[in-house]
């Protein structure tokens, strides 16, 4: 019978797809965050194109500075890729120095946010409240800033360990699962820029 | 008590946080069924008084079904399936120690354990419970009361827990099977879960999503789904994003239950074992494109209703698959009538009339006329009540011996099996017809309309046997919660069954296996030809 066993058949078979529980699990995690930004982008695109008016771009938002808020998060992301690979060769100056820059460019990232959405509520008088594109612009922005806010703590509570040099060449996944999360965050970023701001 | 307290309460163990999810939907079913009794009662003698709550009044009865629905789908059918079940038996079935992240798994415990707290405060909050149906449409549910914010915090915490469940099944399923154990050997249970946690990891974080714009709706006046500048039925759409996912949610962990039920009861291998596995992934996988088939009446456009039409009706393809293989798998087996196995006899047979009812439904021309009828309120308990609750016991008396290692009595069980199958038809059968002729879902007194008034000799068959039904679930509360204490004591492997689990000591003890099991054969060696038993362990060479 085709099911009965064979010699091959009892070898380990823990990890078939290479990756360990945790980095497998951060990966099932992104897919779930990939549907919950799927589902806040589809209500968006369904919103915004069944809506009779819309404000073309750059008459409320501020593009430039908003673009170099993304250049800001892009750096950041670079900056997390060095730290992944300073770690890699059991670099501990250079895993510091990158875990702080990627903390830095989040700080930024975030404080530059909050600029804009104090401008934008108190001089352009754009509120969630009350009109469509103030409640798709500030909800869409605002989870993804939640979730920038959530990255930053842990890539400061990184910074932290690798300073009482937690972070070994044998030992640093921790440095791999936040910088996948990470990289997310950014590409996420990359599409509302595009869909909020650009479009 | 510190080591009570680490054993039953803040417990790492899979098999007791599965036992913790049981115990708390036994209660939210105890609380869900009398509120099903509390309709019975108004719709069989509208305005009339009730023992203990008085006469219902209208504001009341939206509660009442609104929590009823609430409670039975998220705190007791995917509580049961997805807590109880896939906790209990994935790590079991697969042969592992036990999940692959035992503290995630204690923390979606206790966030469903706070969701369940938050869900039942908000009775108490201005304005009652939510009441605007368990679907919470909009704009009614943006202008309700404050219960209804509290339900939508309840059901986002609730989300997160579900989340996190299926990050661990799925990790441990990939990761954790022991030696031996191919994807292909693995039993049907474990595939159902496999591709239930999927479908909750895709499904769920859209709910969220889609509950959260309605929070903000509702506390920072944000208009997402507010008519006129937002889209009331962009909320429909959300909504059915997941929830049309997550009746497969609730459904597919049963059909797994059902598969190994059916070929140990029958003495037979499993048939179609590789259609079955396809059939459910296409099952999960069609089940993302058809949700707008809960919407032709919102106005939707005929042609995009006929593609979704079409793709709802594809799914009694794969279904069909799988009822041909359960009776593939009965035909000719040497069938032991245990009370298991009639459950899981009867999850199939109550489930092909749910799943038909299901294409009547889909029928868009058809599906105006029935739309917010009985006849929908049949369709959800045909699938829920003859489907998932029939697996649900199913599950409870095959796997209760591992669970507590005691033997649940067969007679009581089999006394249980035979009320609850016949008042449970008699209760929901009657409603397909009831809901032909017109009767509305939700219609708090009925009796207000004349073309409904000649319903009531059906009305009353409804309730009386819906009591009946209540009241015939005390034979099983007796035989399961008595025999916690008085059981006959539970041998290994009482049923003669090939999986993992029954290979060690009833109850299983504390990180399953002391050796790591290997695995040489797939779940079904049963009747084999020339064998000296009529089975043979997974993990005999």
Not at chain 1, 84 to 95: C, D
Not at chain 2, 201 to 226: E, I, N, Q, S, W
Not at chain 2, 376 to 393: D, E, N, P, T
Not at chain 2, 462 to 478: D, E, G, R
Request: proline fraction near 5%; hydrophobic fraction near 55%; include cysteine.
């Amino acid at each position: 019978m085709s099911h009965a066993a064979t010699a091959s058949d009892v070898k380990g078979l823990s990890h078939p797809l290479g990756v360990n529980n945790a980095k497998l699990c951060m990966w099932l995690f992104l897919c779930s965050e990939v549907m919950f930004f799927a589902g806040l982008i589809g209500s968006y695109i369904v919103l915004r194109l069944g809506s009779l008016t819309w404000p073309t771009p750059g008459e409320i938002l501020n593009i430039p500075l908003t673009g170099v808020n993304t250049f800001i998060l892009i750096c950041s992301s670079v900056t997390m890729v060095k730290a992944f690979a300073w770690a890699h060769m059991g670099n501990q100056t250079k895993i510091k120095r990158h875990l702080f820059l990627t903390f830095l460019f989040g700080v930024i990232f975030l404080s530059i946010q909050a600029i804009e959405y104090y401008k934008l509520y108190h001089h352009h008088g754009l509120h969630p409240s009350g009109n469509l594109y103030g409640t798709c612009f500030y909800i869409l922005t605002g989870f993804h800033g939640c979730h920038v806010l959530g990255g930053v703590i842990a890539v400061f509570v990184l910074w932290i360990r690798s300073l009482l040099g937690h972070f070994t060449k044998g030992r640093h996944a921790p440095v791999e699962l936040v910088g996948l999360y990470w990289h997310f965050v950014d590409l996420v970023w990359i599409i509302l820029f595009t869909i909020v701001y650009l479009i | 008590m510190k080591s009570f307290m680490h054993k039953y309460v803040f417990s790492t163990d899979h098999k007791m946080i599965g036992l913790q999810f049981l115990f708390t939907a036994f209660l939210f079913m105890l609380f869900g069924g009398l509120l099903a009794m509390a309709i019975r009662w108004q719709l069989a003698w509208p305005g009339t008084k009730l023992p203990v709550l008085g006469v219902i009044m209208p504001e009341t009865y939206n509660v009442i079904f609104t929590m009823h629905g609430t409670f039975m789908i998220f705190f007791v059918v995917i509580a049961i399936m997805v807590g109880a079940f896939a906790n209990f038996t994935v790590p079991l079935l697969i042969g592992a120690h036990d999940m692959a992240f035992p503290k995630i798994n204690m923390a979606s415990y206790w966030l469903f354990f706070i969701s369940c707290v938050i869900m039942l405060a908000s009775f108490f909050a201005p304005g009652g419970a939510a009441a605007t149906g368990w679907t919470a449409y909009a704009p009614v549910s943006v202008k309700a009361p404050m219960g209804q914010s509290l339900w939508l915090i309840s059901l986002i915490v609730l989300g997160v827990s579900s989340i996190l469940g299926s990050l661990n099944y799925l990790t441990t399923i990939v990761n954790l099977r022991a030696p031996g154990m191919h994807f292909f050997r693995m039993p049907m249970t474990v595939w159902a879960i496999f591709i239930t946690a999927i479908l909750v990891l895709l499904a769920t974080p859209v709910l969220t999503a889609a509950l959260a714009m309605l929070l903000l709706d509702r506390v920072l006046d944000t208009t997402f789904f507010l008519a006129g500048t937002g889209q009331p039925v962009l909320w429909q759409h959300v909504f059915w994003f997941y929830s049309h996912p997550a009746v497969y949610i609730m459904i597919l962990p049963a059909m797994g239950i059902a598969s190994d039920v059916l070929s140990v009861f029958s003495r037979k291998p499993l048939f179609g074992y590789h259609a079955m596995v396809y059939a459910l992934s296409a099952i999960a996988g069609l089940g993302f494109i058809v949700w707008a088939h809960h919407m032709f009446a919102t106005g939707l456009n005929p042609t995009l209703g006929t593609t979704f039409m079409v793709a709802t009706m594809f799914i009694a393809v794969p279904t069909g698959v799988k009822i041909f293989n359960w009776l593939g798998t009965l035909w000719g087996g040497s069938i032991h009538f245990s009370s298991a196995m009639l459950n899981a006899i009867a999850f199939v047979s109550m489930f092909v009339i749910g799943g038909l009812s299901g294409v009547f439904l889909a029928a868009a021309s058809l599906d105006i006329y029935l739309h917010d009828t009985y006849f929908v309120v049949a369709h959800i308990h045909y699938v829920l009540f003859g489907g998932s609750l029939f697996g649900i016991f199913a599950g409870i008396y095959y796997w209760y011996p591992k669970m507590f290692g005691r033997m649940m009595n067969e007679k009581l069980g089999k006394i249980h099996f035979w009320l609850t199958f016949v008042f449970y038809n008699l209760t929901f059968f009657p409603m397909h017809i009831i809901g032909i002729h017109g009767m509305p879902r939700r219609f708090y007194d009925y009796k207000q309309y004349e073309f409904l008034r000649g319903l009531e000799p059906l009305q009353l068959l409804i309730s009386i046997s819906a009591f009946a039904l209540f009241i015939c679930q005390l034979p099983f509360v007796y035989n399961f919660f008595v025999n916690l204490f008085v059981g006959k004591k539970a041998p290994n492997n009482p049923w003669q069954a090939n999986t993992l689990e029954w290979t060690i000591p009833s109850p299983a003890p504390h990180l399953n296996y002391a050796k790591v099991p290997i695995v040489y054969r797939w779940p079904y060696e049963y009747s084999l030809p020339h064998a000296k038993e009529d089975w043979l362990a997974q993990d005999q060479p």
